[in-house]
């Protein structure tokens, strides 16, 4: 019996320290703020109602439609390409490798993996490509008196294609991101690409007084 009543005071005491160990007040450790979480969308429905309120969204709107007007009128010169200071040609192989089978919409092969396939062999290119410094009077004057619209494509790669449609009463064309001058390797102007067979021969010619 007497062993019962020595466990059951050593628990006793044991809840006894746990109670009090639990209870006891260390003080305020620091400075409490309380948790502040504002409501993101309010936040910013509050700033749209805001910019109504006060124009900003339509300041914003004619703000965004001059800079995709100007950017239109007049993009972005291909990096890279100057005056042609002496002549050059070359040939361009457009050749590719497929990396995968290309099939049509029944599932019958058209072309195997790992073939090289020329678009030239199943599309001509009717016009020639001529690569042109829009802002060169000379050059848009070169181009436009030896090829008409039939004849080639001008395309700029710096310049305004817009306003010399309007005053030349003709079609132009820009090489967006010098994509096309990029991949033929075209590095000066005026440039000529046209095709001869399976490939495309280009030439880059000097001016007299392209400056």
Do not use: C
């Amino acid at each position: 019996m007497s062993r019962w009543r020595t466990i059951l005071a050593t628990a006793a005491l044991l809840a006894v320290g746990s109670s009090a160990a639990v209870a006891k007040d260390f003080g305020t450790m620091g400075k409490a703020f309380p948790v502040m979480e504002p409501d993101i969308l309010a936040t910013i429905e509050a700033r749209l109602q805001h910019l109504q309120a006060t124009g900003g969204i339509d300041r914003a709107n004619a703000e965004f439609a001059h800079r995709a007007e100007a950017r239109v009128r007049r993009p972005e010169p291909v990096a890279g390409i100057s005056h042609a200071s002496e002549p050059r040609s070359w040939i361009y192989d457009p050749s590719i490798v497929i990396d995968h089978d290309v099939r049509d919409q029944k599932g019958n092969l058209i072309a195997q993996r790992g073939r090289s396939v020329n678009p030239l062999d199943f599309v001509a290119m009717g016009q020639a490509l001529v690569f042109v410094d829009g802002d060169s009077k000379a050059e848009m004057d070169w181009a436009t008196s030896h090829y008409d619209d039939l004849k080639a494509k001008i395309i700029l790669v710096s310049g305004a294609p817009l306003d010399e449609m309007t005053a030349r009463k003709r079609r132009f064309y820009f090489d967006q991101e010098g994509r096309l001058t990029g991949r033929l390797g075209v590095r000066h102007t005026p440039a000529i690409a046209v095709q001869e067979g399976r490939v495309l021969k280009l030439s880059e010619i000097q001016l007299k007084g392209n400056g």
